[in-house]
C-alpha cells in the first residue's frame, strides 16, 4: 500500500449526518497528499482524490435535500450500517479513511477496523476531528477519539487543549495535527456599515444563524426571534434572514425540538423579514451582519471579516457555548446591535480560533499532508491502531459504547446485527421510514409536551 498513487490517493469518509458528511468531504480534500485542493473543487474523477462516502444509517443520516444543500460531491455515495462499512473496509483498500462521527462512533469504528484489519500487512492512515468549536465534553470527547493517526483541531488553541487531555491521562497526543475549519472562504468582505450593500444595489442584510439545539427552551427561542423581527420591523430597509439548518422531520448533527420554522408562524414578521436554507457560504456571499448565539458560522464569517456578533442577551454560559468566543470582542445584545453598535474582533483571540484571515489558509493543511504523506511511506505499513479506551482501561464503558453499533467488546459484529448488503425491499424501506418518523414525532411533539408537564 498504498495501491493508488501519491498524486491521486484513495479516500474513504464515513458521517452520521449532513454536517459531519461537509466536514469529512472538505476535510478529505483539504488533507489529501499531494497539492492542495480549493473548497468543494470536484469538477472531474482527474482532480483531486478519489472519494468514497459512506453515510452510517441512524436518526440524523441526511436526507436528499439536505446532501444537495451541502453541495460536495463524492464519486460515490451510500448508506451503510456499521457491519457493512467494516466489511468493506475488510475487502476494499483506501490511502486514507477519514471518520466524520459522534465520538462514540468513532470509538466504536476505531475498535471494529482494528479487528477487521488485525492480519492485514497495510491498512489506511485513519483520520478524525471535529466540525467546528469544541465547547463541551472536551476530555469524553477527545478520548472516544483517541487512536486514529490524526485527531485534527481546528485551531493553535484547541491544539494545545488537546495535547493537555491526552498527556494528561498518559495517552499519546502525537496524533494531534494543527488544521482549520475545511469550509472556509469565500470573498473577503470590502463595505463599511452599510456601504457595501449600497455598492452592490441591494438592501443592508442582516442574517442570524440558528442553532437546532441552542437555545434549547421554548420561551429563549421565542425571545431570540421576536428580538429578530423586532429588528425588521425597526429597520424596514434591511432584510433580515432567518438561516435555517434544516426543515421540520430532518434531523442534523444536533437534535431540533423546537424547530423555529413553527414558532414563526404564530408570528406576523415584516416584509423584510425571511426564512432562508442553502449553504452557508453562499448566504455570507449577501451578509453584511452576522448575529448567532454561538453558531460555527460565526467563525466563517469573522474568516471573511463580516461583521460579526455573538449575543449575550441569554446570558454568557457554557450551555450555551458563546462563552468560547470570551476574549472575541464579538459579544454584544439585541439592544446595543439596534442601537447602532458594532463589535470589533480582537486580532490576537482571532489568529488562535483558525480563523485564518490574513491569507495564510491555503497552508493551514500542510502539516496534515505532509503527516499524512509520511505515514504512507513508512517502511512496513502502518501498526496497529490502538485507542485508549481498552477492556482494560474502560471495562465499564466501552462496551456499551460498541454494543450502540452492534459491535461485541472485541469489535467484532454481534450476531444479528444489521446490515445492507442489498437494497431494502418495499417493506423495510416502509418500516425504516415509520421507525425514523416516529423518533422524530417523538423529539418534536411528545418530548417538549412531557417537559412542560414536568415543569408544572
Given at each position: 500500500?498504498?495501491?493508488?498513487?501519491?498524486?491521486?490517493?484513495?479516500?474513504?469518509?464515513?458521517?452520521?449526518?449532513?454536517?459531519?458528511?461537509?466536514?469529512?468531504?472538505?476535510?478529505?480534500?483539504?488533507?489529501?497528499?499531494?497539492?492542495?485542493?480549493?473548497?468543494?473543487?470536484?469538477?472531474?474523477?482527474?482532480?483531486?482524490?478519489?472519494?468514497?462516502?459512506?453515510?452510517?444509517?441512524?436518526?440524523?443520516t441526511p436526507t436528499p435535500r439536505q446532501l444537495r444543500?451541502?453541495?460536495?460531491?463524492?464519486?460515490?455515495?451510500?448508506?451503510?450500517?456499521?457491519?457493512?462499512?467494516?466489511?468493506?473496509?475488510?475487502?476494499?483498500?483506501?490511502?486514507?479513511?477519514?471518520?466524520?462521527?459522534?465520538?462514540?462512533?468513532?470509538?466504536?469504528?476505531?475498535?471494529?477496523?482494528?479487528?477487521?484489519?488485525?492480519?492485514?500487512?497495510?491498512?489506511?492512515?485513519?483520520?478524525?476531528?471535529?466540525?467546528?468549536?469544541?465547547?463541551?465534553?472536551?476530555?469524553?470527547?477527545?478520548?472516544?477519539?483517541?487512536?486514529?493517526?490524526?485527531?485534527?483541531?481546528?485551531?493553535?488553541?484547541?491544539?494545545?487543549?488537546?495535547?493537555?487531555?491526552?498527556?494528561?491521562?498518559?495517552?499519546?497526543?502525537?496524533?494531534?495535527?494543527?488544521?482549520?475549519?475545511?469550509?472556509?472562504?469565500?470573498?473577503?468582505?470590502?463595505?463599511?456599515?452599510?456601504?457595501?450593500?449600497?455598492?452592490?444595489?441591494?438592501?443592508?442584510?442582516?442574517?442570524?444563524?440558528?442553532?437546532?439545539?441552542?437555545?434549547?427552551?421554548?420561551?429563549?427561542?421565542?425571545?431570540?426571534?421576536?428580538?429578530?423581527?423586532?429588528?425588521?420591523?425597526?429597520?424596514?430597509?434591511?432584510?433580515?434572514?432567518?438561516?435555517?439548518r434544516s426543515r421540520p422531520g430532518e434531523h442534523t448533527?444536533?437534535?431540533?425540538?423546537?424547530?423555529?420554522?413553527?414558532?414563526?408562524?404564530?408570528?406576523?414578521?415584516?416584509?423584510?423579514?425571511?426564512?432562508?436554507?442553502?449553504?452557508?457560504?453562499?448566504?455570507?456571499?449577501?451578509?453584511?451582519?452576522?448575529?448567532?448565539?454561538?453558531?460555527?458560522?460565526?467563525?466563517?464569517?469573522?474568516?471573511?471579516?463580516?461583521?460579526?456578533?455573538?449575543?449575550?442577551?441569554?446570558?454568557?454560559?457554557?450551555?450555551?457555548?458563546?462563552?468560547?468566543?470570551?476574549?472575541?470582542?464579538?459579544?454584544?445584545?439585541?439592544?446595543?446591535?439596534?442601537?447602532?453598535?458594532?463589535?470589533?474582533?480582537?486580532?490576537?483571540?482571532?489568529?488562535?480560533?483558525?480563523?485564518?484571515?490574513?491569507?495564510?489558509?491555503?497552508?493551514?493543511?500542510?502539516?496534515?499532508?505532509?503527516?499524512?504523506?509520511?505515514?504512507?511511506?513508512?517502511?512496513?505499513?502502518?501498526?496497529?491502531?490502538?485507542?485508549?479506551?481498552?477492556?482494560?482501561?474502560?471495562?465499564?464503558?466501552?462496551?456499551?459504547?460498541?454494543?450502540?453499533?452492534?459491535?461485541?467488546?472485541?469489535?467484532?459484529?454481534?450476531?444479528?446485527?444489521?446490515?445492507?448488503?442489498?437494497?431494502?425491499?418495499?417493506?423495510?424501506?416502509i418500516v425504516r421510514r415509520a421507525a425514523r418518523g416516529?423518533?422524530?414525532?417523538?423529539?418534536?411533539?411528545?418530548?417538549?409536551?412531557?417537559?412542560?408537564?414536568?415543569?408544572?
Amino acid at each position: 500500500m498504498p495501491a493508488s498513487t501519491p498524486k491521486h490517493p484513495r479516500i474513504a469518509v464515513l458521517a452520521d449526518s449532513d454536517t459531519r458528511w461537509k466536514w469529512g468531504a472538505l476535510t478529505a480534500d483539504r488533507i489529501a497528499p499531494g497539492p492542495s485542493m480549493e473548497t468543494g473543487a470536484r469538477e472531474s474523477a482527474q482532480v483531486g482524490p478519489a472519494l468514497d462516502g459512506f453515510l452510517l444509517r441512524g436518526r440524523a443520516t441526511p436526507t436528499p435535500r439536505q446532501l444537495r444543500e451541502v453541495g460536495v460531491r463524492a464519486d460515490s455515495l451510500r448508506e451503510v450500517t456499521a457491519a457493512e462499512f467494516l466489511r468493506t473496509m475488510a475487502e476494499e483498500s483506501y490511502d486514507v479513511l477519514v471518520l466524520a462521527l459522534v465520538g462514540g462512533g468513532v470509538q466504536a469504528m476505531l475498535h471494529g477496523l482494528g479487528r477487521v484489519w488485525e492480519h492485514r500487512t497495510s491498512r489506511p492512515v485513519v483520520v478524525t476531528g471535529y466540525v467546528g468549536v469544541v465547547y463541551e465534553k472536551l476530555a469524553d470527547g477527545l478520548l472516544l477519539r483517541h487512536g486514529a493517526d490524526l485527531v485534527l483541531a481546528n485551531s493553535r488553541q484547541d491544539a494545545e487543549r488537546f495535547r493537555a487531555v491526552y498527556e494528561g491521562v498518559g495517552a499519546d497526543a502525537s496524533s494531534v495535527t494543527e488544521v482549520a475549519l475545511p469550509f472556509l472562504g469565500g470573498a473577503p468582505y470590502a463595505g463599511g456599515h452599510d456601504a457595501s450593500a449600497q455598492q452592490e444595489h441591494r438592501p443592508y442584510t442582516v442574517v442570524f444563524a440558528a442553532q437546532p439545539s441552542v437555545p434549547e427552551s421554548r420561551k429563549d427561542r421565542t425571545y431570540l426571534l421576536n428580538r429578530l423581527v423586532q429588528h425588521a420591523r425597526r429597520h424596514p430597509e434591511r432584510e433580515v434572514l432567518l438561516k435555517l439548518r434544516s426543515r421540520p422531520g430532518e434531523h442534523t448533527t444536533h437534535i431540533e425540538e423546537l424547530p423555529y420554522q413553527k414558532l414563526v408562524q404564530r408570528l406576523d414578521p415584516p416584509a423584510n423579514f425571511r426564512l432562508v436554507y442553502g449553504n452557508m457560504g453562499e448566504v455570507l456571499d449577501r451578509t453584511d451582519l452576522l448575529v448567532t448565539v454561538s453558531s460555527t458560522a460565526a467563525l466563517e464569517s469573522l474568516h471573511r471579516r463580516i461583521p460579526t456578533v455573538v449575543l449575550t442577551d441569554l446570558g454568557v454560559r457554557e450551555s450555551l457555548g458563546n462563552h468560547h468566543f470570551v476574549g472575541s470582542g464579538c459579544l454584544a445584545s439585541w439592544d446595543q446591535l439596534d442601537a447602532g453598535h458594532r463589535p470589533e474582533p480582537d486580532a490576537e483571540w482571532v489568529a488562535r480560533q483558525g480563523v485564518v484571515a490574513d491569507g495564510s489558509y491555503d497552508s493551514a493543511f500542510d502539516a496534515a499532508r505532509t503527516r499524512i504523506a509520511k505515514l504512507l511511506d513508512r517502511p512496513g505499513g502502518l501498526p496497529p491502531l490502538t485507542p485508549y479506551y481498552t477492556p482494560v482501561t474502560a471495562p465499564g464503558y466501552l462496551p456499551g459504547i460498541l454494543a450502540r453499533h452492534h459491535l461485541g467488546p472485541d469489535g467484532t459484529p454481534l450476531p444479528g446485527a444489521p446490515a445492507a448488503d442489498k437494497e431494502p425491499g418495499p417493506v423495510r424501506q416502509i418500516v425504516r421510514r415509520a421507525a425514523r418518523g416516529a423518533y422524530r414525532h417523538g423529539v418534536q411533539r411528545v418530548a417538549p409536551v412531557i417537559r412542560r408537564m414536568g415543569e408544572l
